[in-house]
């Protein structure tokens, strides 16, 4: 039977090492933990390839090639995703669970491994707290790994004495955003292949195949109709003016991130995201879902309701939205209810102004925005899957008439020249 040697960490937080002999790796994990341990790492004595509750790659890593400090660094200036933000306050939280120290739960992080997170954070939070300051004052020094979302809920969390809770709520609400963005991006995938697909043939068809087929009609005294003359111009053009092509290209790139980055521009294209055929109603439910879900986490976790709506403001990616939220906070500090501001700004849907005003008048606003969340989320999964099932077809129609137009293009010359010979 395999052995696997291990390091784990007492309740006290005495490091304790051990070898066990089980049929895999995840029971040795299982027993380590039945014996009120928590595993920092696992190895097989014989392959020698340590875990820390997760299977390694087999492949080369770049990143090790370098320098310790410099792979901190680099590391540094990264944002997390948030898979990885959910992984590291869900590993606090369980060492916090297990009736560590805040210190010594934070000198453990440093051991674990935690992709986008750098060890070098665990570390100095470990020491500001060592200090004695708070968690929550520790990660205003660290703004490029935790938000002011992640930060006030911390604050929020030690102030009520419920920092454990806080952050299995705060694990799961960014674990819930990754999940999301899955979702969307695999929905995505299938799409941008064809796209990338069509454009490749056509590619291979202008600059290799097209000037063949030029050679052949040149050889012929016939006149060419006028799709096949199109596409002899626009198959010079690839092989000829490519440089232009491609000139052309970055131009209306830089052009467009021009507009972006512009006010009257940045407002346009958020507009036209939200109108847009098919996708602007997966943008907007996203949006919707994203607003109930941060605002409701907040003031779940006690975090006032003027502070939950400016960070709420901060996380939201759409300028529409961000103005709407401003103008609520800005009602709400003369005092009117959450619910008024939101139906004023007719940019919220009818759905989510009830259920807000029915948390007001039973108390429960958080419990109503995450269950709005809930909604949401479920008919984001259905609007992707719909979004799926309408572009495929688009595209695979486009692609047919791209290529019987090329394919019409190619054979009236050749009808042409076949009844010219008879």
């Given at each position: 039977?395999?052995?696997?040697?291990?390091?784990?960490?007492k309740?006290?937080?005495?490091?304790?090492?051990?070898?066990?002999?089980?049929?895999?790796?995840?029971?040795?994990?299982?027993?380590?933990?039945?014996?009120?341990?928590?595993?920092?790492?696992?190895?097989?004595?014989?392959?020698?390839?340590?875990?820390?509750?997760?299977?390694?790659g087999?492949?080369?890593?770049?990143?090790s090639?370098?320098?310790?400090t410099?792979q901190?660094?680099?590391?540094?200036?990264?944002?997390?995703?948030?898979?990885?933000?959910?992984?590291?306050?869900?590993?606090?939280?369980?060492?916090?669970?297990?009736?560590?120290?805040?210190?010594?739960?934070?000198?453990?992080?440093?051991?674990?491994?935690?992709?986008?997170?750098?060890?070098?954070?665990?570390?100095?939070?470990?020491?500001?707290?060592?200090?004695?300051?708070?968690?929550?004052?520790?990660?205003?020094r660290?703004?490029?790994?935790?938000t002011?979302?992640?930060?006030?809920?911390?604050?929020?969390?030690?102030t009520?004495?419920?920092?454990?809770?806080?952050?299995?709520?705060?694990?799961?609400?960014?674990?819930?955003?990754?999940?999301?963005?899955?979702?969307?991006?695999?929905?995505?995938i299938?799409?941008?292949?064809?796209?990338?697909?069509?454009?490749?043939?056509?590619?291979?068809?202008?600059?290799?195949?097209?000037?063949?087929?030029?050679?052949?009609?040149?050889?012929?005294?016939?006149?060419?109709?006028?799709?096949?003359?199109?596409l002899?111009g626009?198959?010079?053009?690839?092989?000829?003016?490519?440089?232009?092509?491609?000139?052309?290209?970055?131009?209306?790139?830089?052009?467009?991130?021009?507009?972006?980055?512009?006010?009257?521009?940045?407002r346009?294209?958020?507009?036209?995201?939200?109108?847009?055929?098919i996708?602007g109603?997966?943008?907007?439910?996203?949006?919707?879902?994203q607003?109930?879900r941060?605002?409701?986490?907040?003031?779940?976790?006690?975090?006032?309701?003027?502070t939950?709506?400016?960070?709420?403001?901060?996380?939201?990616?759409?300028?529409?939205?961000?103005?709407?939220?401003?103008?609520?906070?800005?009602?709400?500090?003369?005092?009117?209810?959450?619910?008024?501001?939101?139906?004023?700004?007719?940019?919220?849907?009818?759905l989510?102004?009830?259920?807000?005003r029915?948390?007001?008048?039973?108390?429960?606003v958080?419990?109503?925005?995450?269950?709005?969340?809930?909604?949401?989320?479920g008919?984001?999964?259905?609007?992707?899957?719909?979004?799926?099932?309408?572009?495929?077809?688009?595209?695979?129609?486009?692609?047919?008439v791209?290529?019987?137009?090329?394919?019409?293009?190619?054979?009236?010359?050749?009808f042409?020249l076949?009844?010219?010979?008879?």
């Amino acid at each position: 039977m395999p052995q696997f040697s291990y390091k784990a960490r007492k309740r006290s937080g005495e490091l304790v090492e051990g070898v066990l002999e089980v049929p895999d790796r995840s029971a040795a994990l299982s027993q380590i933990q039945r014996s009120g341990l928590f595993p920092i790492s696992v190895q097989d004595v014989k392959a020698g390839a340590v875990t820390t509750g997760k299977s390694s790659g087999k492949g080369l890593n770049l990143m090790s090639l370098l320098p310790p400090t410099l792979q901190a660094q680099m590391q540094k200036k990264r944002k997390p995703k948030l898979q990885e933000l959910a992984t590291f306050t869900t590993q606090l939280a369980n060492l916090l669970n297990s009736g560590m120290p805040l210190t010594v739960a934070l000198n453990s992080m440093t051991h674990l491994e935690t992709k986008g997170i750098p060890a070098e954070v665990s570390r100095e939070l470990k020491q500001e707290v060592t200090e004695g300051r708070a968690l929550s004052d520790a990660m205003l020094r660290q703004p490029h790994i935790f938000t002011d979302l992640y930060i006030n809920m911390v604050r929020a969390g030690e102030t009520s004495g419920s920092l454990v809770p806080v952050l299995r709520r705060m694990a799961t609400h960014f674990q819930q955003f990754a999940d999301v963005q899955a979702k969307f991006k695999s929905a995505m995938i299938y799409p941008f292949m064809v796209i990338c697909v069509g454009i490749l043939l056509v590619t291979f068809f202008m600059t290799v195949m097209m000037p063949k087929f030029i050679e052949i009609f040149n050889g012929f005294n016939i006149p060419l109709p006028l799709p096949t003359l199109f596409l002899i111009g626009v198959s010079k053009m690839f092989t000829t003016y490519w440089w232009l092509l491609g000139m052309t290209v970055v131009a209306l790139v830089i052009l467009f991130k021009r507009f972006q980055s512009s006010a009257a521009g940045g407002r346009k294209i958020d507009e036209w995201r939200m109108k847009a055929p098919i996708f602007g109603n997966v943008v907007k439910i996203n949006l919707f879902g994203q607003f109930a879900r941060t605002l409701g986490t907040l003031l779940q976790n006690g975090v006032p309701v003027l502070t939950a709506l400016k960070i709420t403001e901060q996380v939201m990616s759409n300028i529409h939205i961000k103005e709407a939220i401003s103008k609520t906070r800005e009602a709400v500090t003369d005092g009117k209810t959450l619910a008024q501001p939101l139906a004023q700004s007719k940019l919220f849907p009818q759905l989510m102004v009830d259920l807000v005003r029915i948390g007001e008048e039973t108390g429960d606003v958080p419990g109503s925005l995450n269950n709005l969340a809930d909604t949401y989320e479920g008919e984001l999964q259905i609007a992707l899957r719909v979004m799926s099932d309408l572009i495929g077809p688009v595209l695979i129609m486009v692609m047919a008439v791209i290529v019987g137009f090329l394919l019409l293009s190619i054979f009236l010359p050749l009808f042409r020249l076949i009844s010219s010979i008879h």
